[in-house]
């Protein structure tokens, strides 16, 4: 994403209202620009996602950037103060076409706001009802269905234990989705 081509939001520029502009940080740095921009009272959005990773043998939660190198930041083109951006630490440079920053519709920043969230009882593998496979343990290759977490690393699922459905807690990296 060298360069945003596109126009400008129309409907902001005309009503004098603030657009959303496109900021490049250097490579790693993205939270630490939308956190210099954000002491600067600038509004700055910059989407995340959290990403469950296995590191040395557990799972673990890490939050990343949807658009890894890039933020935005809401600018009005007369009021805002422009300069301090480009020596904010993290931030490499404005996007722009030419010599003239890239206003990004405000609907496009609207849907990045109004995605929905994980709900409640669920995970960001497994779902309440979902079928699963236990990869570990005592009840290895055994089938279950999950309920719902309990904490960052455990789950409840529900398992048939002789001829009984039984709510069994389980580390949630032993678990599997099943497949098929």
């Given at each position: 994403?060298?360069?945003?081509?596109?126009?400008?939001?129309?409907?902001?520029?005309?009503?004098?209202?603030?657009?959303?502009?496109?900021?490049?940080?250097?490579?790693?740095?993205?939270?630490?620009?939308?956190?210099?921009?954000?002491?600067?009272?600038?509004?700055?959005?910059?989407?995340?996602?959290d990403?469950?990773?296995?590191?040395?043998?557990?799972l673990?939660?890490?939050?990343?950037?949807?658009?890894?190198?890039?933020?935005?930041?809401?600018?009005?083109?007369?009021?805002?103060?422009?300069?301090?951006?480009?020596?904010?630490?993290?931030?490499?440079?404005?996007?722009?076409?030419?010599?003239?920053?890239?206003?990004?519709?405000?609907?496009?920043?609207?849907?990045?706001?109004?995605?929905?969230?994980?709900?409640?009882?669920?995970?960001?593998?497994?779902?309440?009802?979902?079928?699963?496979?236990?990869?570990?343990?005592?009840?290895?290759?055994?089938?279950?269905?999950?309920?719902?977490?309990?904490?960052?690393?455990?789950?409840?699922?529900?398992?048939?234990?002789?001829?009984?459905?039984?709510?069994?807690?389980?580390?949630?990296?032993?678990?599997?989705?099943?497949?098929?």
């Amino acid at each position: 994403m060298e360069e945003v081509s596109g126009q400008e939001d129309p409907e902001s520029k005309e009503n004098g209202e603030p657009c959303w502009y496109v900021i490049q940080c250097k490579g790693g740095e993205s939270f630490r620009a939308a956190e210099h921009l954000a002491n600067q009272d600038y509004e700055v959005f910059h989407p995340v996602l959290d990403v469950q990773r296995k590191r040395q043998g557990k799972l673990t939660t890490i939050t990343e950037p949807l658009f890894p190198y890039y933020l935005f930041i809401r600018l009005d083109q007369t009021v805002s103060n422009w300069r301090p951006i480009r020596s904010t630490r993290g931030v490499l440079r404005l996007l722009t076409f030419g010599n003239t920053p890239i206003a990004v519709p405000n609907a496009l920043i609207e849907t990045l706001l109004t995605q929905p969230h994980r709900q409640e009882g669920s995970h960001r593998y497994f779902s309440a009802g979902e079928k699963v496979t236990i990869t570990d343990g005592p009840f290895k290759d055994l089938e279950a269905v999950f309920k719902r977490c309990k904490g960052e690393e455990r789950a409840i699922v529900l398992l048939n234990v002789l001829q009984r459905p039984q709510d069994i807690e389980l580390a949630v990296d032993s678990l599997q989705k099943r497949e098929g």
